[in-house]
């Protein structure tokens, strides 16, 4: 069964770091280019950075970009996101998942997990 758990979320102050974590299990999550989401109350789903297979970073959003790092985890099927100098603006529900996504953009599947809720105060 495929799952895939987002954790590390919390409550920080503007400015603060944190560290996302993703663990997937049941396929080989290591084999694909695999990203960070996230999603803010009423706004779009956003890709917030990719790595590729090889652990080669493909993207960032403009919106993260020398503030966010992702990589991958040294056990297998897992991956980092590395959150450095955080605004309010980052407050968001995260997700990991392959990029694209496995089947499609849709969070409520119980495939994605629950995500992690970063909050940022300012």
């Known amino acids: 069964e495929v799952q895939l758990q987002a954790s590390g979320g919390g409550l920080v102050q503007a400015g603060e770091s944190l560290r996302l974590l993703c663990t997937a299990s049941?396929?080989?999550?290591?084999?694909?280019?695999v990203g960070w989401f996230r999603q803010a109350p009423g706004k779009e789903q956003e890709g917030v950075a990719c790595?590729?297979?090889?652990?080669?970073?493909?993207y960032y959003a403009d919106s993260v970009k020398g503030r966010f790092t992702i990589s991958r985890g040294g056990a297998r099927n897992t991956m980092y996101l590395q959150m450095n100098s955080l605004k309010p603006e980052d407050t968001a529900v995260y997700y990991c998942?392959?990029?694209?996504?496995?089947?499609?953009?849709?969070?409520?599947?119980?495939?994605w997990g629950q995500g992690t809720l970063v909050t940022v105060s300012s």
């Open positions: 998942n392959t990029d694209p996504p496995l089947w499609g953009w849709d969070p409520s599947e119980p495939y």
């Open positions: 049941g396929f080989s999550f290591d084999d694909y280019a």
């Open positions: 790595i590729s297979a090889g652990r080669r970073p493909i």
